[in-house]
């Protein structure tokens, strides 16, 4: 049994998926209708899995939160990053 059939699901959550369906997908809501397709190397078997409402819209929560986190560091006014570093010597 391949790895699909074992833990693709798991991986997938791990590996957000679901990022790249809201990526690809060009933040177009009215679109939703993404597949993956995916080919086992050991195997060789093919797994077509289509994208839940729930998981398109996690995806594009992660999104929009790295946008987010990219804005408040790269903006036209960044944070001020030594309140969030600690230096030492060990």
């Known amino acids: 049994m391949g790895f699909f059939k074992k ?20 933040g177009n809501k009215a679109n939703k209708d993404f597949v993956f397709l995916c080919v086992d190397k ?3 078997d093919i797994g077509i899995y289509n994208v839940s409402e729930e998981f398109y819209y996690e995806g594009e929560r992660l ?14 006014e960044p ?11 060990l």
């Open 7 to 26: 833990a693709f699901k798991a991986a997938v959550g791990a590996a957000t998926f679901g990022m790249g369906a809201s990526l690809l997908n060009g």
């Open 42 to 44: 050991e195997t060789k």
């Open 63 to 76: 999104v929009d939160n790295a946008v987010s986190v990219f804005n408040t560091w790269f903006s036209d």
């Open 79 to 89: 944070k001020n990053i030594d309140q969030y570093t600690i230096t030492g010597t």
